[in-house]
Each structure stands twice: as structure tokens, then as C-alpha cells.
């Protein structure tokens, strides 16, 4: 009970320092207040800095083809004006191919065969060409092809050259932030919302078991019961904890299912993917909780009854928003123009000798 009236109060004052902040607030203040904030997270999580004049031409990022075939607008200084990210020329006509610093091919056309590599193209000087996905290593397909082709991966693995997760913990500014309330108003216990229900699959075996000992609540096309976008969040925020388990295990596989569902979602997650080190790289301590820090899913089960029968406990599971927020990657574009943020940082010289092997490594 503590907790929570804690954080009440907290919301309180900080609501009273915003008010106080938009009286003082002359324009200069508020847009500095305001406006570059992106920027600096940006840049802070990015070590490039553009004061260096050698960094001030243009980089030219040619997307070969469009992902899912979906294209989006390329119009103006597309980098610049969403993402204020500077020097940054992202194109998708093939004819601009001799200027391009950067090829990105997206695999999952070459895959289907929809698209393939301009093998016969010379490639100018210099010019990398880019492999990038966003699927489990199971969608992959056949890279042994691809051998000694590719100079740079763009995925979700934080090994590879340009890291594109699907979400990520950004450090709150302190000052004028509302710090959020935990949501009270729970009404069950364990939920889940799952399409693609394979037997298979380890989460499965996983919710039959903990269904066995705690109830849990299923939406999602699987049991007839799917959730519209807008419904989504407002339900997951009735449930204490969420099952944010992946149909993939694997190496830094960690989806929106964590990031939207459960940290917006504003229930507690439980987790199944990668081990949990790598959970703990990416989210901090107290933020979720791993199937596998129980002997069996009966104790988790037992866990999860007790917790959410014990506020204060199961409050300390939101303290991480004080300092943190949660940033999601959805567009394409921010996830290609960020490859000029380490553009400058990127080796020299590199082949990917061994694409198949680099794209399904299970070590962690
Ligand atoms: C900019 O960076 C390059 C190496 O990337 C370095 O050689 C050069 O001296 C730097 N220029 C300035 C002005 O710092
Ligand atoms: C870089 O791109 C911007 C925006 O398209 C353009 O205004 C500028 O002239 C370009 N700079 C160079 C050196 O090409
Ligand atoms: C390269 O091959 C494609 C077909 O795959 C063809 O359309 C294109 O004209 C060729 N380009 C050159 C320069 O040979
Ligand atoms: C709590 O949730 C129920 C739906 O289960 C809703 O009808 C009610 O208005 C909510 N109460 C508050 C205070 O948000
Ligand atoms: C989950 O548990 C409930 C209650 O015990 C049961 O009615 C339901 O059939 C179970 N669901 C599955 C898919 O096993
Ligand atoms: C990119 O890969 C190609 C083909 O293996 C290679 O010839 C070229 O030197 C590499 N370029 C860079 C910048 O690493």
C-alpha cells in the first residue's frame, strides 16, 4: 500500500511542476525544453558525432527493395525531418546506384524469390552492401547462397553491425515527466494474446502447464477471441502479468510482445525467448519476470498468485518507469536512417564469409 501511495504522490508534484513550468516557460526555454530532446537521446545512445567535418557529406542509403513490398514516403530529407537525424540521403531508386554508400537488400523478398541480388551490377569503391532482417533465424531460409556477398547485417541481434530492435528502454529526462501510475484496476490474474498457436512451440507447453495451476485468460485469433489495436493495451492493463513468450527462442529474439504489449501494456511480463542474460542486457532489474528462474512452471504459477496478492511487491515491478520509457521501432525508415548514425563507426573492410552461419548462431 505504501508504494502505491508513493507514487501518487510523486505524479502530484511532478503535475505541479509541469503547471508551474508552462507559466515560466518563455519560448527559447521550451524549445530547448522540448524539441532537441529526441535528439540528445539519440545522440546518447550514439557515440557518432557530427561536429567532425569529415562526417558532414551526405550518406546515401539505397533500399533496394521494399519490405513486405510496403513503401513508404521518401519524400524530402526524409532522416532530417522525422527523425532529425542529419547527412543522411535515404532513396529507394535503383538508378542512384553508383552514389550509394550503403545497398540494403531486406531478406525476406530474396526468399521468396520476389526479388533478387544485381549480382551482375560492378560495385563501386567502397560501397557496402547490407543483409537485414527482423525474423528468427527459422524464417531464414537458404543463405549458403549469400556467402562473401554481404559486407553488413542489419537485425535485432545486438551483434550485428546495425542493431534495429523491436523496442527499446530510453532514460527519462527528470525534470517535468510524469512519472505513470501503476494500473490498479486488475481483473485477472495471467493473460496472453496468441495467434499462432503451435503445439510445438516451448510457450505452448509452457501456458498448458501454467494453465493447469493459475488461470489464464487467452485472447487472440487461436480461441476465437481477437483483440482490434485499440482494444489491445486497455485489456492487457486489466490482467496482473503478461505472458510476453516468443514462438521463437533464440539469441536476442525479444519482440513487441515485451516492449508494446506487456511494458505498455502495464502488466508485469513473464518471459520466454532468449535466456535470461539476455533479457537482463536489455531491461532492467525488477522490470519482468523469466520462466526460467523457476524450477517449473507449478512454482511460477505459485509465484505469480502471491504477487499479485502482495501490492507493494508486486508494485516494486513498475519502479523501472521512474527512470526509464519505452521506445518502439515500427517504421522502416527510422531503422535505415539509423544506419548513418554508425556509419562512421563501421570496419573498414568486412565480408560476411559465412552469412548462414553468423544468421542462425544459437550461442548467446
Ligand atoms: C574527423 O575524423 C577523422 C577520422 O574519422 C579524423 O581523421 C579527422 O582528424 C577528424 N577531424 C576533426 C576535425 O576532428
Ligand atoms: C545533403 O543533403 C541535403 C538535404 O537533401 C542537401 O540540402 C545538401 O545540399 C546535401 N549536401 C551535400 C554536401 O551534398
Ligand atoms: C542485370 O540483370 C538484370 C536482370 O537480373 C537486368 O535487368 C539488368 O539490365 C542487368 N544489368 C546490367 C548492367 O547488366
Ligand atoms: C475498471 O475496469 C472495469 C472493467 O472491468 C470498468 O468497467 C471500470 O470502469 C474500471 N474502473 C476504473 C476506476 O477504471
Ligand atoms: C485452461 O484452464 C481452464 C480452467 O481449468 C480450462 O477450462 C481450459 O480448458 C484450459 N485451457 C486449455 C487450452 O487447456
Ligand atoms: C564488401 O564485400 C565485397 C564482396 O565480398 C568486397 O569485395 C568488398 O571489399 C567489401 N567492401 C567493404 C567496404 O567491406
Not at 494500473?183 to 496472453?192: A, G
Not at 487467452?218 to 505472458?243: E, K
Amino acid at each position: 500500500m505504501m508504494g502505491c501511495v508513493n507514487i501518487k504522490r510523486t505524479v502530484l508534484s511532478s503535475r505541479k511542476k509541469r503547471l508551474l513550468l508552462s507559466f515560466l516557460c518563455v519560448l527559447p526555454l521550451c524549445l530547448f525544453n522540448g524539441w532537441p530532446r529526441r535528439f540528445q537521446a539519440l545522440k546518447a545512445i550514439n557515440p557518432f558525432t557530427f561536429r567532425n567535418g569529415s562526417s558532414s557529406r551526405n550518406i546515401t542509403i539505397l533500399l533496394w527493395h521494399w519490405p513486405f513490398r510496403r513503401a513508404l514516403s521518401l519524400r524530402g530529407d526524409v532522416c532530417w525531418d522525422l527523425y532529425r537525424i542529419p547527412h543522411c540521403r535515404l532513396v529507394d531508386q535503383r538508378s542512384l546506384f553508383p552514389s550509394a554508400d550503403v545497398v540494403v537488400f531486406h531478406n525476406r523478398e530474396l526468399v521468396l524469390g520476389q526479388q533478387k541480388l544485381p549480382l551482375n551490377l560492378s560495385r563501386p569503391q567502397g560501397q557496402r552492401w547490407a543483409w537485414m532482417s527482423l525474423e528468427a533465424p527459422v524464417h531464414n531460409d537458404n543463405l549458403w547462397q549469400y556467402a562473401n556477398i554481404f559486407n553488413m547485417t542489419i537485425t535485432y541481434r545486438r551483434d550485428a553491425d546495425i542493431t534495429i530492435p523491436y523496442g527499446e528502454l530510453l532514460p527519462k529526462e527528470t525534470e517535468g515527466h510524469l512519472v505513470e501510475e501503476v494500473p490498479l484496476n486488475k481483473s485477472f490474474l495471467v493473460c496472453w494474446v496468441v495467434s499462432n498457436y503451435r503445439t510445438h512451440h516451448r510457450r505452448s507447453k509452457v501456458y498448458k502447464e501454467l494453465n493447469a495451476t493459475v488461470p489464464v485468460k487467452v485472447y487472440g485469433r487461436w480461441t476465437n477471441n481477437p483483440l482490434s489495436s485499440q482494444a489491445l493495451l486497455p485489456t492487457i492493463s486489466r490482467c496482473y502479468f503478461y505472458l510476453a513468450v516468443e514462438n521463437s527462442v533464440t539469441k536476442d529474439y525479444v519482440t513487441e510482445k515485451l516492449w508494446r504489449n506487456a511494458f505498455q501494456g502495464g502488466a508485469v511480463p513473464v518471459v520466454l525467448g532468449p535466456p535470461l542474460d539476455n533479457y537482463k542486457a536489455v531491461a532492467p532489474p525488477n522490470s519482468f519476470i523469466h520462466v526460467d528462474e523457476f524450477a517449473s512452471v507449478k512454482e511460477l504459477g505459485k509465484y505469480l498468485q502471491e504477487l499479485a496478492r502482495d501490492k507493494e511487491h508486486y508494485n516494486e515491478y513498475f519502479t523501472w518507469k521512474h527512470q526509464w520509457k519505452v521506445k518502439l521501432y515500427t517504421d522502416w525508415r527510422e531503422r535505415l536512417c539509423k544506419i548513418c548514425l554508425q556509419y562512421n563507426n563501421l570496419p573498414q573492410e568486412k565480408v560476411y564469409s559465412n552469412l548462414e552461419a553468423w544468421a542462425n548462431a544459437k550461442s548467446t
